[in-house]
């Protein structure tokens, strides 16, 4: 926001340098950019915050100074003569989206003539930054500048039947805006129309048809306010900009709009003639009253860290418009005015009085009572997977929510629902949310291979979107997925150590799944206490084809949130075993169809409770193994925790794992 020095002294009292004025507005919140001389006035860069879009406009520059400052704040009177017929009898105003513009307001003024604009206002924009078009588009650009309220004025004459409907664009619909380009219009835009056409995009940009020119003898004024979000994403989807949408997008003081338009009425019969009719033209919904916020004062203490007498922060608070309603001797109960549309809570009326008593006054060694607040279940879960998967040798990796569509359908083991997109105007083609995180490491592993790097391990913690239940919210989940060059026993045994970390007491099982995703008889689906926890396998030929890899790859993902409730977060005490183990090892030879899964839960059950682990070793196929069979080599180890378990006791367990494995899979122990 470029601030006039002399303009701002219109409205107060300025018996300080530039320097000291803009050192004060600095350590209040409005940052200085820069200060330079334009024709004999200074123009003054100030960075606003978009929390503060009161500051858009002189006024509000002037109000902060006139707190910091202790100086009173001059708004100027509006007077002007009308006459008759009255606004509302010579033009109507309709609004069939209440939504998007909840209050328009239209005066009419008869007679003016359009001309140059007088020195003083011309000058006044030049310093602004902007240039001078004629004397009545300046006026309202002047006003917009004043007070941070956007308005429009119409030719009232190339109005059809002389009035204005607010609605949304019809399908089709299109306008030459007045910078002479076309503009497509679509359903969800507000626009500004007249009874036969859109004569300009509301909030955005006024129409070629119905500006003001040479011509134009009897304007309408508009003064609107519109839904902040409808304007942000009418502009960026036209790619159209303005001094007024910056505002529309911030907010604007609803409660200041009648001021705004009787203001630019003033003026523009100061400098162009004309007669006002009287009255005005409007549909606006009643400005709900702010609600009242209590600041006890104690926390001015606690929270900043040094002491401000009550008498000091009430009076801060009233000189910046607040209200009071009312007031004991520990708290004070305020009403915010009606441009300050950032104050809500205790906590920012704490920092009001902060910022205005000055925080050059807090010291820097001053203790403040604060501490920090500790690691929820859901991040101490997550910090365990990334440390756990970091020590394994993977390099965490972080890619967009939003894929294109080749990605999406590349990988969905999760969902074969209708993703959800947005209207996303900087990445039109990526705007679908990940059901899955595999598509994206996929495509860094290609990365990392273009560059080099041809043994990138690589994972990710991230949400991914699957569309929601009939009538319900979508599923927003955490997961977490790898990509490896390892081959799937590695991986699969990286995944049981993040298990044994998260404390979690449950066993992962395997199950062989046949998806495209995966090449055949390579992929699986893995469990936790028969729950469906994740996927794991090798990529296809299709996989290495589309994400053009080098060679074959293996990937993991698994949804976190389910595993999560099987962490142990505090660690339990465990007796470290002080008795011998003893191990024993078995090759088995089973039919080729046959999974490790199988085996491992066929030993597990038959084994007993002394079998403390079980380890796959090795897989052999060829003579003498006949054709169709395999043969998997394990070992076991048994331990019982209060004595030294015997020869015989070992082998009672060993023969119950055989017969089992002979009975449910077609075993035979090789010799």
């Known amino acids: 926001m470029i601030v006039s020095w002399n303009w701002l002294k219109q409205y107060v009292k300025l018996d300080i340098s530039v320097d000291e004025l803009v050192h004060r507005l600095t350590m209040t919140g409005l940052n200085h950019e820069s200060t330079g001389d334009v024709e004999g006035d200074i123009a003054i860069d100030l960075e606003v915050t978009s929390n503060r879009p009161d500051c858009l406009g002189h006024i509000g520059v002037a109000r902060e100074a006139a707190v910091v400052l202790g100086r009173e704040l001059t708004v100027p009177e509006v007077k002007f003569p009308t006459s008759k017929p009255a606004a509302s009898d010579v033009t109507g105003v309709e ?4 939504d998007l513009c909840p209050r328009y307001l239209a005066r009419v003024i008869r007679g003016v003539k359009i001309g140059p604009s007088p020195d003083w206002l011309r000058r006044r924009l030049a310093t602004c930054g902007a240039q001078s078009i ?27 039947e002389h009035r204005i409907v607010v609605r949304r664009a019809r399908p089709g619909e299109a306008i030459v805006a007045i910078n002479q380009k076309k503009y497509e219009l679509r359903p969800d835009m507000c626009v500004i129309a007249d009874a036969s056409r859109v004569v300009a995009v509301a909030g955005v940009m006024g129409g070629f048809d119905t500006e003001v020119s040479d011509r134009t003898a009897n304007l309408l004024i508009e003064a609107a306010e519109f839904d902040p979000v409808s304007i942000r994403r009418t502009g960026r989807a036209l790619g159209l900009s303005s001094e007024s949408s910056y505002r529309f997008e911030r907010g604007i003081d609803a409660a200041g ?217 979508p599923n927003e989940r955490t997961h977490f997925a790898l990509v490896s060059g390892r081959d799937l026993r590695e991986l699969k045994g990286v995944i049981e150590n993040l298990l044994v970390a998260l404390h979690a007491g449950v066993t992962l099982e395997a199950t062989n799944v046949e998806r495209p995703e995966f ?70 030879i089973v039919d080729e169809p046959a999974h490790w899964s199988a085996v491992e839960s066929a030993v597990r059950s038959a084994a007993g409770p002394h079998l403390e682990s079980i380890q796959f070793l090795d897989l052999y196929r060829g003579k003498p193994i006949p054709a169709g069979r395999k043969s998997l080599h394990f070992s076991m180890t048994f331990r019982a925790p209060d004595r030294t378990l015997t020869h015989a006791e070992v082998d009672q367990s060993q023969a119950a794992i055989i017969d089992a494995c002979k009975r449910g899979l077609n075993a035979e122990l090789r010799e």
């Not at 609004?95 to 209440?98: A, D, E, G, I, T």
């Not at 440390?387 to 993977?394: C, M, N, S, Y």
């Not at 074969?416 to 679908?432: F, M």
């Not at 595993?563 to 003893?582: C, D, E, K, N, Y």
Request: hydrophobic content about 45%; charged content about 25%; aromatic content about 6%.
């Open 95 to 98: 609004v069939s989206c209440p």
């Open 134 to 160: 004629n004397n009545v588009v300046d006026v309202t650009n002047y006003v917009l500048l004043e007070v941070s309220q956007p308005l429009h004025a119409f030719d009232f004459d190339k109005l059809a």
């Open 257 to 473: 709009l009648d001021w705004a338009s009787r203001r630019c009425c003033q003026l523009i019969t100061e400098v162009a003639g004309g007669t006002v009719a009287d009255g005005v033209a409007a549909v606006a919904a009643p400005v709900a009253p702010r609600l009242p916020i209590v600041l006890r004062f104690a926390q001015l203490k606690r929270i900043l860290g040094i002491e401000i007498e009550p008498e000091k922060a009430r009076d801060i608070l009233l000189r910046l418009g607040l209200a009071e309603v009312r007031r004991d001797a520990t708290t004070v109960e305020v009403r915010p005015p009606s441009w300050r549309r950032d104050l809500e809570r205790e906590i920012d009326l704490v920092e009001e009085v902060g910022r205005i008593h000055g925080y050059e006054h807090v010291p820097e060694d001053v203790e403040v009572p604060m501490t920090a607040a500790p690691r929820g279940a859901a991040e101490r879960v997550e910090s365990t997977v990334r440390h756990t998967l970091v020590a394994a040798g993977f390099f965490e990796a972080a890619t967009m929510s939003f894929v294109d569509e080749r990605l999406l359908e590349s990988f969905r083991v999760w969902s074969s629902g209708k993703p959800l997109a947005v209207d996303h105007s900087t990445r039109r083609q990526e705007n679908l949310l990940r059901q899955s995180l595999v598509p994206s490491l996929l495509a860094a592993r290609r990365l990392n291979e273009s560059h080099g790097t041809l043994d990138s391990e690589l994972f990710e913690l991230a949400r991914v979107y699957l569309p929601a239940a009939p009538a319900g919210l």
């Open 519 to 588: 090449a055949p008889g390579r992929g699986a689906e893995l469990h936790v206490g028969g729950e469906l926890v994740g996927y794991f396998g090798q990529t296809s030929d299709r996989l290495v084809a589309q994400f053009d890899l080098r060679t074959a790859c293996c990937v993991a993902e698994l949804n976190l949130d389910r595993l999560a409730g099987a962490a142990q977060l505090i660690p339990q005490l465990r007796t470290v075993p002080h008795l011998p183990a003893s191990q024993r090892e078995l090759s088995l």
